[in-house]
């Protein structure tokens, strides 16, 4: 059963707009949150995280917001560029197991010129 | 250059015949990880290391074997595949998880199971 479910398989936004990609997840001991980007043919690579005593964390077009009552977390990308079209991985981490990460199914984000 | 690499990048096997996908990394990391990307399920953690000679399960291990006898290297190996071990594998590691140290990924290991 997947603790962390992104149900949106896509999403398409124009050039210059907001791209706001949402994730859930059910485990109450999750206790440190990240987004992973991926390109074709290539590994993910680390975009932004959110500790769990947070509910915002910003870095430069990219902030996450986590609403821990609604187990609910969601990254913003203002503005969208053509370089922002991926597939986006919402992670979490297991409160006192630093090793494990659960992984949701992924958003792929395609940016419209 | 900080990376990580696999071997090999594509694979096409049969059912039943050993092999093994290589993981290294050049960042002394302690912690690495295997992971399979399958459409719909995202990244599961099959096997994961804190440090040498220290391996764990992740959510899938059935199938799948590690070692971790240096630092550098994670290999997986797959002693009787089969085709439902047909998936996109990725290594990556870090210094440890949260904080500043995120995950570095590999570049993934297409393998198709006849």
């Known amino acids: 059963d997947q603790q962390v479910k992104q149900n949106s398989p896509s999403l398409s936004v124009q050039e210059g707009r907001i791209s706001i990609l949402n994730c859930d997840y059910t485990?109450?001991?999750?206790?440190?949150f990240l987004w992973y980007k991926k390109y074709p043919a290539e590994g993910p690579t680390f975009l932004i995280s959110i500790s769990s005593i947070k509910d915002k964390n910003e870095d430069g077009r990219f902030t996450v917001f986590l609403n821990k009552s609604a187990k609910h977390l969601s990254l913003h990308i203002v503005p969208s560029q053509p370089g922002d079209s991926a597939v986006y991985f919402c992670?979490?981490?297991?409160?006192?197991?630093?090793?494990?990460?659960?992984f949701g199914a992924g958003t792929t984000v395609t940016v419209r010129a | 250059e900080a990376q990580v690499t696999q071997n090999p990048r594509y694979l096409i096997t049969v059912t039943g015949k050993k092999l093994t996908v290589t993981c290294s990394q050049n960042m002394n990391h302690e912690y690495m990880s295997w992971y399979r990307q399958d459409p719909g399920l995202g990244l599961r953690q099959i096997y994961y290391s804190m440090n040498v000679e220290v391996t764990d399960k992740g959510d899938v291990p059935e199938g799948y074997k590690v070692s971790r006898k240096e630092k550098r290297n994670f290999p997986l190996i797959l002693e009787s595949p089969s085709p439902n071990q047909t998936s996109l594998y990725f290594c990556?590691?870090?210094?440890?998880?949260?904080?500043?140290?995120?995950?570095?990924f590999g570049p993934g290991t297409r393998l198709t199971v006849l």
């Open positions: 992670a979490a981490r297991t409160w006192g197991n630093d090793y494990k990460l659960s």
């Open positions: 485990n109450s001991m999750f206790d440190y």
């Open positions: 990556a590691s870090s210094l440890r998880l949260g904080g500043t140290d995120t995950q570095y």
